[in-house]
């Protein structure tokens, strides 16, 4: 299985300002997943991030708000952008082994005042 | 739209005693199923992951099943343990047309009492 970090693990931010997010594995992989897991929520998908290409959004999430980059094979950032107190969630990285099963990282506690 | 749905949302069990958990999906369409158990405030822990060719998987006293057709899944739980509580989440990979992309159930959060 692959070993996942994330910086920060946890942040409080103010209204309108911004977060990056890192996520590191410990080996090479194609696709790299953002989550997100608002208070008492489950899992939602945010975007697929490939290297080299440019991240795919799913439905009610956009660019603008979670910019995501992907420089290489063992690291992807996650923006939220102009956050407000809905975004207040844990916000989780995950890769796919090529067996198609999905790790995750410790996750990101963000509270937004 | 692939949904998924876990029953029961909370359950809480004496030590030792066996307990299921149980999951069901709306498209049968799946590539596989994960069964996580998520702490709380921390990350996702995979416990089993059950390709669509497969019924069953066992890791120690877990044993999970797939029938696909019905689109249901179990995870059962033998001689349970006050360390096992957490909440356990169950996702589908694929179905609906998610392109491989886990679809998760809102969770069973599991309370084992000493």
């Known amino acids: 299985s692959a070993v996942i970090s994330q910086k920060p693990s946890r942040d409080i931010c103010q209204r309108g300002t911004s977060l990056t997010i890192q996520c590191q594995v410990d080996?090479?992989?194609?696709?790299m997943f953002w989550y997100r897991q608002q208070p008492g929520q489950s899992l939602t998908l945010i975007a697929t991030a490939n290297q080299g290409s440019e991240a795919t959004y799913e439905s009610g999430f956009v660019i603008d708000k979670f910019p995501i980059s992907r420089p290489n094979l063992t690291f992807s950032t996650l923006t939220v952008s102009n956050m407000s107190p809905e975004d207040s969630s844990i916000y989780l990285c995950?890769?796919?082994?090529?067996?198609?099963?999905?790790?995750f990282g410790p996750g990101t506690r963000l509270t937004v005042t | 739209k692939q949904e998924v749905t876990q029953i029961p949302a909370a359950l809480s069990v004496p030590e030792g005693e066996n307990l299921v958990l149980n999951c069901s999906f709306t498209d049968s369409a799946i590539y596989n199923l994960q069964w996580f158990r998520q702490d709380p405030g921390k990350g996702l822990t995979s416990l089993l992951l059950i390709q669509s060719s497969q019924r069953e998987q066992t890791s120690g006293r877990l044993n999970a099943s797939l029938d696909k057709s019905s689109g249901r899944s179990t995870l059962y739980i033998a001689a349970s343990q006050p360390g096992d509580s957490a909440t356990y989440l169950c996702a589908v990979n694929g179905g609906g047309g998610s392109q491989g992309n886990l679809i998760f159930g809102k969770g069973t959060k599991l309370s084992v009492k000493p």
């Open positions: 995950s890769v796919e082994s090529p067996w198609y099963e999905q790790y």
């Open positions: 080996s090479q992989v194609t696709m």
